[in-house]
């Protein structure tokens, strides 16, 4: 049974109407959308967005995996457990989004020692990867993006089920099998196709019909799965149960893993294909000998609270805690909306210079994450920052390496060179909370919508194409950049899951999908929750915006009907719509998040419409 949902706190006064416009143009205040009538076996549960309670919590896009994860809460299996299993559901239902055949980061905070870890579950290139890669040997030039994400080529070591593992040994309570259990259940009784699945599906139809597994699998008759109908996926029902029997070792230097290698190495693809799907040169040796360490997160205190996220190879924790940085030296308030989100732009703006120059495998590069994330250097890029105008762009990364405080503001901001960002929009996020205390936020993806378009013949997941997430050509002519391709390097991320201690217990957990946009939505939850008065689901709901160090910011058809949008334009700040994103209108993200509430309850929070509306769930709600 769905929660009430718990009384919105009070605000200032001056917030009220630009809270009430942006609810109202997002429809955040309506319903969550009826679930379209099922088979048997295959009942959707409820899809509530927001649930309030105790005794644990689970937050997802999925009404299914929400479930499975709460099933594993009420057995006893404490917050590891229940991301595994709902991660495992994810598979299942969000199979363009995540995976097996995937990676991703998982943060976690241990409630017995107060400490926040996370696992490093990102792809790795083959070790016959080279700064050439993605360089066409008839031409010398690089190639289109296109071509590089349908082949062999982009497809790395997936890291999710060396995740899982990692997450269950180290905290969790129980085995693979049991947490495998849900998404056993859910592959082989089936779902119910939501418009998004049928979308998404659609969107991938062109490059889907090329691979005749994927074909098979996911276009039934021809077509993309109709809205309504149940999809059943029994190859992953079935390689579920051999990982649940076997073990990781099936993957990780197993059968399974050399069909994964064969499949990258020999694109599946139908007779007389009309694309070029190119050979990968992943080998089973490079999915033995990969690991998914557990290292430290990110920290940055903001306005007395610890901000923790996942550190470099992703660029979320050091780019969202910049800004935050950055931001601290403004009042940021819901006083003046225009200028609030004015300065959240700005600090965005500067802090993906500073991405974009600075960040990759720390295992490669000399990546300043210490410096990118101080007080002192957010504070010296702060003073870029006009309250009349806008930077104008790019702007040129700054210098983490220089004395602290050494930095000297120029009259005039030097510009940087332009960077058009090709991460996938896909990628999905979890949060859950148990009995005891303990906390996951955890992003996990395969990259694009569909990843590589590549499915192992026979075992029912896709494979990604995270290769592609690597820059092709330096990013700056003549200078060093940290996200070439190289063997067993990991490519940037911006994933960006998170989780915020107050008084050393949490208090916020949020994380989203949306490529180089993950960035942007969690800091602007952040905002939205931590300066200008919403609460957690206001904060999720509202209309988005995404500045990414480029001419114009991107914007959801909500955010560009705000009022405060003149005022913006007033500071020299442009929009442009969005691009599209598979769902019938343009969308920026679909975050979850949980909060902690000083009664001892939890509220845990998703999407009401975007990519239909996630599922929130609370062991025992409030009554």
Known sequence: MSAPRRTPRRRPAATVAALATALALTGTLTAARAAPAAGPGAAQPPRDPVATGYGGAVASVSPYATQAGLDVLKHGGNAVDAAVATAAALGVVEPYSAGIGGGGFFVYYNARTHKVSTIDGRESGPAAMNTNWFIDPNTGQPLSFTDAVNSGLS??????LKTWTTALNDWGTISLKKALQGGIDIASKGFVVDPTFNS???MNQARFSQIAPTAQLFLPNGAPPPVGSVFKNPDLANTYKLLAKDGPGLFYGGELGQEVANTSQHPPTIPNPTMNFRPGKLTAADIAGYSAPVQAPTHVNYKGLDVYSIAPPSSGGTTVGEALNILSNFDVNPGNQVQALHLYDEASKIAFADRNRWVGD???????????????YGKDRSCLISATSTLATPVAPGNPFAPAGGTQCPST???GTSYTDTEGMSTTHLVTADKWGDVVSYTLTIEQTGGSAMTVPGRGFLLNNEMTDFDFTPLYPGVPDPNLPAAFKRPRSAMSPTIVLKDGRPFIAVGSPGGATIITTVLQILVNR??????LEQAIAAPRASQRNASSTQAEPAFLNLPEIPGLEALGETFTLAPPSGTPTPEIGAATGLEFLPNGAVEAAAEPARRGGGAAAVVHPVR
């Open 200 to 202: 998404f599906t659609a």
């Open 362 to 376: 720390a295992n490669f590069n000399d990546v300043p994450t210490k410096q990118l994330t101080s007080k002192v």
């Open 413 to 415: 901001a030097p510009t």
């Open 155 to 160: 497809v790395g070591v997936p890291g999710t």
């Open 530 to 535: 931590l300066d200008l008065g919403m609460n």
